[in-house]
């Protein structure tokens, strides 16, 4: 078992989508969870700590803005890569840190994409809210991930 | 307007002509019956001037012979001889009848008829009667003295005299008459005139009021179209012709208006469409993205594993597809939502030959000799988004290289020219022509070929040239499509040096409307 795994962190509207993003994401090294919740997303931010989260900006209602702010105020240094339809949208996204790539982007670009904001950043960041003191084991992360994804 | 212009021209107009007519109709009648009347009554009285002449002159032949009978021999053949003298005097006294007008006149003529016949009788009966001769001589002397002078000449001589008269009174008549011609004849000579000229100035008049009241419209509605077109002069104290001259400017200005607002109504429904198909094709890019990432993250996650799941070959035919799909979808976006533009200065002749190079490949597969023509040797700096031009130049190219057959060419031309064709100073700017030896555009199509939807090439979805037009516009240039004299087509791009601040962009865009 490794306890050095990174958390991605897949929030797509788009079910199908997201399972495939989160299947083609996890590799040695990487486990990545798909919701298509908001709300899901934002409780499994403060459970399980990702170390990334791929964010779709095609979600209806404009969730996916509220989220990314959600975030940003509750783990400000948590990378954020928004998938997007429109580049030009990054000009009114609220979040300046976050990574855009389009949804023509090649699986290779966006692996190294996520390899590259993971190295940045380092292990995990633990929310100010739940200071707990243990991290979260993979197995945990798929199950619980599994349970509210169906 | 008709029945006015009755009133105000015609109506007095006959009134003036027709009112001397009729009293110079009635005049000319009245001279002419009096004149006539006049006439007769002097050729009349002129006979009976002639007929107491005559009768004067017979009653003294007779007075001669009777007193030649007195002194001479006194011999009776002699008044046989005055006897004759009878039927002369029977004939004047008949016309002096016929003369006669008046009842004096034919009073005279009785009495001289009776004396007449009463003196013929005693002369009669005197030579019958056979007396001495000393008797016969009393009687005679008696006949001639008393009968002849009192009871024949004195009322021929009546006659006579009213003759004269007569010719006297209507001499004075016709004086009178041509004096009352006269003084008419100067009353129709004035009055005439005059009257036409007062109804001459009352109808200038009025016409004049007519055209002040005229030009207030007409310097209203120049008034509203300078604010349009531009300047019509007009001062309110114009005549007709400057009306003339200053509605027909109108009536050309108003044809103008007219073509801008066909223009502008024609650009509102092409906007309209724009904005629908924009609408659309955002839906599809849309509703296609999403599944076309997971295809296509699935096809690159399978092609990494082993033993591959599907031929290697299948898989990248299957990611080419996806790709080829993506591409459409991306053009579909890109004219649904233009991106804004990022001007910074580059040098065009950099830009074009990037393009070159892309596309070179692909001309030379397809057999097509590609070239540009710099018709100026300095650099091309200009200001715009490098990218949108980009796509502008490589959207041409590479349409132009589809278009031309196996062994064609196709050349650009770039050359620093003004824009002249709007209001306002001339603004500097750069010619590119992109020119083929294809078979040139369908003539059907005309401007239609830059709207969405609409293209040449059997593959493709025809939103190249639409968002070409877009791009080229939101910098403030032109494009046009037409086709080459020599054959092929030639599409001309001009696209300002220097970018206008976009709110003065607009303003120009839709002044040039």
């Given at each position: 078992?490794?306890?050095?795994?990174?958390t991605?962190?897949?929030?797509?509207?788009?079910?199908?989508?997201?399972?495939?993003l989160?299947k083609?994401?996890?590799?040695?090294?990487?486990?990545?969870?798909?919701?298509?919740s908001?709300s899901?997303?934002?409780r499994?931010?403060?459970?399980?700590w990702?170390?990334?989260?791929l964010?779709?900006?095609?979600?209806?209602?404009?969730?996916?803005?509220?989220?990314?702010e959600?975030?940003h105020?509750?783990?400000?240094?948590?990378?954020?890569?928004?998938?997007?339809?429109?580049?030009?949208?990054?000009?009114s996204?609220p979040?300046?840190t976050?990574?855009f790539v389009?949804?023509?982007?090649?699986?290779?670009?966006l692996?190294?994409?996520v390899?590259?904001?993971?190295?940045?950043?380092?292990?995990?960041?633990i929310?100010?809210?739940f200071?707990?003191?243990?991290?979260?084991?993979?197995?945990?992360?798929?199950?619980?991930?599994s349970?509210?994804?169906? | 307007?008709?029945s006015n212009?009755?009133?105000?021209?015609v109506?007095?107009v006959?009134?003036?002509?027709?009112?001397p007519?009729i009293?110079?109709?009635i005049g000319?009648?009245?001279?002419?019956?009096d004149?006539?009347?006049?006439?007769?009554?002097?050729?009349?009285?002129?006979?009976?001037v002639?007929?107491?002449?005559?009768?004067?002159?017979?009653?003294?032949?007779?007075?001669?012979?009777?007193?030649?009978?007195?002194?001479?021999?006194?011999d009776?053949?002699q008044?046989?001889?005055?006897l004759?003298?009878?039927t002369?005097?029977?004939?004047?006294?008949?016309k002096a009848?016929?003369a006669?007008?008046?009842?004096?006149?034919?009073?005279?003529?009785?009495?001289?008829?009776?004396?007449s016949?009463?003196?013929?009788d005693?002369?009669?009966?005197l030579?019958?009667?056979?007396?001495?001769?000393?008797?016969l001589?009393?009687?005679?002397r008696?006949?001639?003295?008393?009968?002849?002078?009192?009871?024949?000449l004195?009322?021929?001589?009546?006659?006579?005299?009213a003759?004269?008269?007569?010719i006297?009174?209507?001499?004075?008549a016709?004086?009178?008459?041509?004096t009352?011609?006269?003084?008419?004849?100067?009353?129709?000579?004035?009055?005439?005139?005059?009257?036409?000229l007062?109804?001459?100035?009352?109808?200038?008049?009025g016409?004049?009021?007519a055209?002040?009241?005229?030009s207030?419209?007409?310097?209203d509605?120049?008034?509203?179209?300078?604010?349009?077109?531009?300047?019509?002069?007009?001062s309110?104290?114009?005549g007709?012709?400057?009306?003339?001259?200053?509605?027909?400017?109108i009536?050309?200005?108003?044809?103008?208006?007219l073509?801008?607002?066909e223009e502008?109504r024609?650009?509102?429904l092409?906007?309209e469409q724009?904005?629908?198909?924009?609408q659309?094709?955002?839906?599809?890019?849309?509703?296609?993205?999403?599944?076309l990432m997971?295809?296509?993250i699935?096809v690159?996650?399978a092609s990494?594993?082993?033993?591959?799941?599907?031929?290697?070959?299948?898989?990248?035919?299957l990611?080419?597809?996806?790709?080829?799909?993506?591409?459409?979808?991306?053009?579909?976006?890109?004219?649904a939502?233009?991106?804004?533009?990022?001007?910074r200065?580059?040098?065009?002749r950099?830009?074009?030959?990037?393009?070159?190079?892309?596309?070179s490949v692909?001309?030379q597969?397809?057999g097509?000799q590609?070239?540009?023509e710099?018709?100026s040797?300095?650099?091309?700096?200009?200001?715009?988004?490098?990218?949108?031009?980009?796509?502008?130049?490589?959207?041409?190219?590479?349409?132009?290289?589809?278009?031309?057959?196996?062994?064609?060419?196709?050349?650009?031309?770039?050359e620093?020219?003004?824009?002249?064709?709007r209001?306002?100073?001339?603004r500097?700017?750069?010619?590119?022509?992109?020119c083929?030896?294809?078979?040139?555009?369908?003539?059907?199509?005309?401007?239609?070929i830059?709207?969405?939807?609409?293209?040449?090439?059997p593959?493709?979805?025809g939103?190249?040239l639409?968002?070409?037009?877009?791009?080229?516009?939101?910098h403030?240039?032109?494009?046009k499509?037409?086709?080459?004299?020599?054959?092929?087509a030639?599409?001309t791009?001009?696209?300002?040096?220097?970018?206008?601040?976009l709110e003065?962009e607009?303003?120009?865009v839709?002044?040039?409307r």
């Amino acid at each position: 078992m490794q306890l050095n795994v990174a958390t991605i962190l897949v929030v797509e509207d788009d079910a199908t989508l997201g399972e495939v993003l989160a299947k083609a994401l996890t590799r040695p090294g990487w486990c990545a969870l798909s919701v298509s919740s908001t709300s899901v997303a934002l409780r499994l931010v403060e459970s399980e700590w990702p170390q990334l989260i791929l964010l779709d900006m095609c979600r209806r209602d404009g969730a996916a803005i509220e989220l990314a702010e959600a975030i940003h105020k509750s783990s400000p240094n948590l990378p954020l890569i928004v998938l997007t339809a429109f580049p030009q949208q990054k000009s009114s996204f609220p979040v300046s840190t976050s990574r855009f790539v389009t949804k023509s982007i090649n699986l290779s670009d966006l692996r190294q994409m996520v390899e590259a904001e993971l190295s940045k950043s380092g292990p995990g960041e633990i929310p100010h809210r739940f200071a707990l003191p243990y991290k979260s084991v993979p197995a945990l992360s798929r199950r619980l991930a599994s349970s509210v994804s169906r | 307007m008709k029945s006015n212009v009755f009133l105000r021209i015609v109506a007095p107009v006959l009134g003036i002509s027709i009112l001397p007519l009729i009293i110079g109709v009635i005049g000319a009648w009245k001279v002419h019956i009096d004149q006539k009347s006049a006439s007769t009554a002097l050729s009349l009285d002129v006979e009976g001037v002639r007929s107491g002449w005559n009768l004067a002159i017979g009653i003294r032949d007779i007075r001669t012979d009777l007193n030649q009978f007195l002194n001479g021999e006194k011999d009776s053949k002699q008044l046989q001889e005055v006897l004759k003298r009878k039927t002369f005097l029977d004939d004047w006294i008949r016309k002096a009848d016929d003369a006669a007008v008046t009842q004096r006149e034919r009073n005279s003529v009785e009495e001289l008829r009776q004396g007449s016949d009463r003196f013929f009788d005693e002369l009669k009966g005197l030579i019958n009667a056979k007396l001495p001769h000393d008797q016969l001589t009393a009687k005679v002397r008696t006949l001639l003295s008393d009968t002849l002078a009192t009871k024949v000449l004195a009322p021929a001589q009546q006659y006579l005299t009213a003759n004269e008269e007569d010719i006297q009174g209507s001499n004075a008549a016709n004086e009178q008459m041509a004096t009352w011609v006269k003084y008419g004849l100067l009353l129709l000579g004035i009055c005439g005139p005059l009257s036409g000229l007062v109804a001459g100035f009352g109808i200038a008049r009025g016409y004049s009021r007519a055209i002040v009241r005229l030009s207030l419209p007409i310097q209203d509605a120049a008034g509203k179209l300078n604010e349009i077109v531009g300047p019509i002069t007009f001062s309110s104290q114009s005549g007709l012709d400057e009306i003339e001259i200053v509605l027909h400017k109108i009536a050309e200005q108003i044809g103008a208006v007219l073509e801008r607002l066909e223009e502008s109504r024609r650009e509102a429904l092409r906007a309209e469409q724009l904005a629908a198909v924009g609408q659309m094709a955002a839906g599809i890019a849309h509703e296609l993205r999403n599944p076309l990432m997971a295809m296509k993250i699935l096809v690159q996650a399978a092609s990494e594993e082993s033993p591959p799941v599907l031929a290697g070959r299948d898989l990248s035919v299957l990611e080419e597809e996806i790709t080829r799909l993506e591409r459409s979808t991306e053009t579909f976006l890109d004219f649904a939502r233009p991106p804004e533009i990022e001007r910074r200065t580059f040098d065009l002749r950099t830009l074009i030959n990037q393009t070159l190079d892309l596309v070179s490949v692909r001309a030379q597969r397809q057999g097509v000799q590609l070239r540009c023509e710099l018709l100026s040797e300095r650099a091309l700096p200009i200001q715009a988004d490098m990218g949108q031009i980009r796509q502008v130049l490589l959207n041409l190219v590479l349409n132009a290289v589809d278009a031309v057959p196996h062994g064609g060419s196709v050349w650009l031309e770039i050359e620093p020219t003004e824009d002249d064709s709007r209001i306002g100073s001339p603004r500097p700017g750069l010619t590119l022509r992109v020119c083929d030896t294809g078979p040139g555009l369908p003539t059907a199509l005309g401007t239609r070929i830059f709207e969405p939807f609409v293209g040449t090439k059997p593959s493709g979805i025809g939103l190249g040239l639409s968002i070409c037009k877009r791009i080229v516009e939101s910098h403030g240039g032109r494009i046009k499509a037409e086709n080459r004299s020599t054959g092929g087509a030639v599409f001309t791009v001009w696209l300002p040096l220097i970018a206008a601040p976009l709110e003065t962009e607009r303003a120009l865009v839709a002044s040039a409307r």
